[in-house]
């Protein structure tokens, strides 16, 4: 056998193209060949593993025990479509040990866009081996089941979406963002004042832009109450409009 570096690069590389490698497991026969496209499903599977949850119809009776498992609390379910769903368990135990509790917390607690705290996001469940299967919810809840440590029910209201959950399928979840657009809350002041007190409840210190009745952009002092409240305070008493984003 000449020397490896005197072969020629391969520069279309296919998955029947095939390597020389050692069997982990050794013995007489360690040396064997290994096609690309198994390698390939190897390191996919495995990143795979570490961010997504595979679905389990728990007919063994070890989902709670298996990392990175989603399942129903009653076992079956298979082939369950996603507007019957309002309730699933998962293990947030991932692959490589990771916990995902916090990102899903996240994902319950804060505003997609702005970043602060928020209630009732979507969220989008998507099937890794089928795109045309997935289902967007609004997210309610993560509650922790009694006595196990890293065993949680996500609480789920259906929006819509398309197929079923299947055994398992690898599914991720993430943010759903397909309606989310930046919050914006225009104050009407009819009667004239100095003081304007607006409620705006955007949950976020937004910027301000005021016009009077003329639709003159009038400058004043912006007193921020917290983050769903605004004092503006004028030098002079006149009606019109405020426009916080």
Known sequence: MARISTYPVDKNITGTDILLGTD???????????????????????????????????????????????????????????AN??????QLLMGNNTNAQPYLQYLLTNDPVTGQASVNNRIKITDRNDLSSFAIFTFTSLVQVTGKTDIYDIGLTFIEGYGAIENKHLYGINIDTSDATDKTFIFDKVTPGTVWNVAHNL?????????????TVVTGQYTYIDNNNVTLTFSAAFAGKAYLN
Not at 34 to 40: E, K, V
Not at 85 to 90: D, F, G, L
Not at 203 to 215: E, L, R
Request: aromatic share 12%.
């Open 24 to 82: 982990a497991t050794g013995g007489v026969n360690a040396t064997k060949n290994f096609l690309i496209s198994d390698l390939s499903l190897i390191v996919i599977n495995d990143y795979l593993y570490n961010n997504s949850w595979k679905f389990t119809d728990n007919a063994d009776g070890l989902a709670d025990q298996t990392k990175a498992a989603i399942y129903f609390e009653n076992a079956g379910g298979n082939n369950t479509p996603w």
């Open 85 to 90: 769903i309002s309730t699933i368990r998962a």
């Open 203 to 215: 949950a976020k210190f937004p910027s301000i832009t005021v016009i009077d009745s003329a639709n």
